[in-house]
């Protein structure tokens, strides 16, 4: 069999090592030094030579070694992200905006999650720690009463979080939960409701209670009553809404308007109204929060309050690297804004 030539504008790609500075090197006729300043994004060349160097890296298929880049650079270009569920949806809008930040801006992303009753620092914060992560994006609701996490938590390396970490000093990013909770009550005030009820989180948690004194402070504003019977825990969950939501009818028939404090929620008390067999919005009024996907489309449409979850961790992202690379960290939380977005599910009472 004759031998099979290959013409030489045909890149071979080389198996069983990595293709090394040294190889960019040669194959661009350019010395080491300028190459590996080029390679690493500096260098004060002509693009002429800029444009070699970079095509015998794409030819040869060259792949930077970051851990070599780390040990000369004192920084690893790795950021961390600790989570908890990955099924929730609204957390994932967080991490999704979170990590095409940190691409944009040429940074990996490593993510660890924790259980619901986990600790922060019992693996994953240590275990960001040793790989030497540039710094934290802290995601996981409940860290927000982990007295240990003050302790623990390395004051010299950048930490952001989107929710209260026990002791203050971390950064945060998020939203105006109470000012969320008033904006749905407002709406449902200015409709004539007097009778309104609400179905919240988790009492424990934090955004819980926040929505919950948006929904009081407006109530109190136009002189109407607040009631402890028109609250109920639906624990985030549609089945737990529809529970709840049979519980506040049972004890106040009279309810016309329910605000429900997160979307899915807002699902559960829908789906419990039409069991009831009262119509919405003409015998009862519903308003969610969170404005996900699916709440367009409900039966009818969900009015419910935009948060903006894919802005809130970009941004978060985007201060997180600002103080990697030396900045600042912001004398108090960042909070983005939030606004209502009103459909079929809300009527005049």
Request: with cysteine; charged share 20%; net charge neutral.
């Amino acid at each position: 069999m004759p031998p099979r030539i290959i013409p030489a504008d045909v890149t071979v790609q080389r198996l069983g090592r990595h293709v090394s500075v040294k190889d960019v090197a040669a194959r661009s006729g350019v010395s080491f030094q300028t190459t590996s300043k080029v390679l690493n994004g500096g260098g004060s060349v002509s693009e002429v030579t800029r444009a070699r160097i970079l095509q015998a890296a794409t030819d040869l298929g060259y792949v930077p070694n970051l851990q070599a880049r780390s040990l000369v650079m004192q920084k690893t270009q790795t950021v961390g992200v600790i989570t908890s569920d990955f099924r929730d949806h609204d957390l994932s809008r967080l991490i999704g905006g979170a990590e095409q930040e940190a691409r944009r801006q040429g940074y990996g992303v490593m993510i660890a999650s924790i259980e619901p009753e986990g600790s922060l620092t019992e693996y994953a914060l240590p275990a960001m720690m040793e790989r030497r992560v540039d710094g934290i994006l802290l995601a996981a609701p409940q860290m927000e009463e982990d007295l240990a996490l003050e302790h623990v938590l390395d004051r010299a390396l950048p930490v952001v979080s989107l929710h209260h970490v026990p002791g203050g000093g971390v950064a945060t990013v998020g939203s105006d939960h109470e000012l969320t909770g008033a904006l749905a009550t407002r709406h449902l005030v200015e409709r004539g409701h007097r009778v309104i009820a609400t179905v919240t989180g988790t009492r424990g948690r934090r955004v819980t209670q926040s929505r919950l004194r948006g929904y009081r402070r407006v109530l109190e504003d136009a002189d109407l009553p607040v009631d402890a019977d028109l609250v109920e825990e639906g624990m985030w969950l549609i089945d737990g809404a529809v529970l709840a939501t049979h519980r506040l009818l049972d004890r106040r028939p009279g309810i016309t308007a329910i605000f429900a404090q997160n979307d899915v929620m807002a699902i559960g008390v829908l789906s419990a109204l039409r069991g009831m067999g009262k119509r919405v919005p003409e015998d009862c009024s519903v308003v969610g929060c969170d404005d996900i996907d699916m709440a367009a489309y409900t039966i009818p449409p969900l009015t419910t309050v935009h948060i903006p979850f894919y802005e809130t961790g970009a941004e978060a992202m985007r201060l997180l690297l600002s103080m990697a690379a030396g900045g600042a960290a912001p004398p108090r939380g960042v909070l983005l804004p939030v606004h209502l977005i009103v459909r079929g599910s809300t009527a005049a009472a």
